[in-house]
């Protein structure tokens, strides 16, 4: 781990001192991501560093590239896997590429990274019914109106399997207009370790996935998710365990440096699989979002969201009570290079 945070902190100083030439092929990116937050139950106002990121990327023309995301993320276990968010070689086939390696989990609408974001926080969808990384192999092209890939990994956020199977899945988009996407994402697989008499249990998601920018300084992007979870519910013993999520957002440019940015989310846990709450529950949220970009690659946004639950006993606070609604504020600055 030690070389590891030492190699992180190396990189860093190359890309400060001593950036790669465009004609080498290597590009080298990345990002600081702080923040301040504060939450009305747990009554925590803290200041943070939450990510700091290096992106290298390697092309050879004609050939394919190379790419490493190193991270450090505020609360991880600083694992090999917590510090290579991305390590994959893509080599070009003709009409299609071929990804090997871990890359980005290509399902859903919102990104990643806090610098790929419209707001400071991911919807639930998000957080409870997709996976974030994927590791193995993946064919992607795209074919006139319509793009596609297709992938076999180990399984959802598994930088090496723990069972004998393979996970599978794909998305196939289509642009009819210019400035409007949609995108059907499937993804199937047994899940959970096969070791000391385990049983893995096939997890399955269904997403669709939308965005338009077909009006100025308008973006507007929603995903619906239904997934199902064999045996897992913890509702009716036995049996599996099913949820759907959707969103909505718009973000609107009010001038080259102010945004605004409004979302609804909802998360529907019938079998208490996902939310951790072990009930049927439905949590709603909404968050509101402007934003203020100083130059380039440097903005700063604030973000207020307020969730609220079916299940009055879904949020603990500071006290130890429960409540059925939680309010989360925050200001996060971010600086992109």
């Known amino acids: 781990m030690n070389k590891l945070?030492?190699?992180?902190?190396?990189l860093a100083l190359v890309a400060t001192v001593s950036p790669a030439k465009a004609d080498d092929g290597v590009t080298i990116s990345g990002f600081v991501d702080t923040a301040y937050y504060t939450n009305n139950n747990s009554e925590e106002s803290t200041f943070s560093l939450d990510q700091a990121e290096i992106d290298i990327k390697k092309t050879v023309e004609g050939v394919g590239s190379l790419r490493i995301d190193l991270q450090a993320v505020r609360g991880a276990a600083n694992t090999t896997d917590d510090l290579l968010e991305q390590g994959f070689v893509t080599a070009n086939l003709g009409p299609v590429a071929l990804t090997f390696g871990k890359f980005n989990a290509p399902i859903g609408f919102e990104l990643l990274d806090p610098n790929e974001m419209y707001q400071y926080s991911h919807a639930m969808v998000f957080d409870y019914g997709l996976p974030t990384n994927l590791t193995g192999a993946m064919l992607s092209g795209a074919f006139g109106m319509f793009d596609a890939a297709v992938y076999v990994v180990n399984g959802w956020d598994l930088m090496a399997d723990d069972n004998k199977d393979k996970t599978i899945g794909g998305r196939l988009g289509i642009t009819p207009v210019e400035g409007a996407n949609v995108g059907l994402s499937y993804i199937t697989g047994k899940e959970?370790?096969?070791?000391?008499g385990g049983v893995p249990a096939n997890l399955s998601v269904m997403d669709v996935d939308f965005k338009v920018t077909m009006i100025e300084k308008l973006t507007v992007g929603g995903e619906y998710n239904a997934g199902t979870a064999e045996g897992a519910s913890a509702v009716s013993a036995g049996k599996d365990a099913t949820w759907t999520g959707?969103?909505?957002m718009a973000n609107y440019a009010i001038t080259d440096s102010i945004g605004i940015t409004g979302r609804y989310d909802s998360f529907h846990d019938k079998d208490g699989a996902r939310l951790g709450s072990g009930v049927d529950e439905t949590r709603n949220a909404i968050t509101v979002s402007p934003s203020y970009l100083f130059g380039e690659g440097m903005g700063v946004l604030a973000e207020y969201k307020m969730t609220t639950?079916?299940?009055?006993?879904?949020?603990?606070?500071?006290?130890?009570?429960?409540?059925d609604s939680q309010t989360e504020i925050a200001v996060e600055f971010t600086y992109s290079y």
């Open 5 to 10: 945070l030492l190699a992180f902190t190396a």
């Open 192 to 196: 959970g370790s096969d070791a000391e």
């Open 246 to 248: 959707f969103l909505v």
């Open 309 to 323: 639950s079916d299940f009055k006993d879904a949020f603990t606070k500071k006290d130890g009570s429960t409540t």
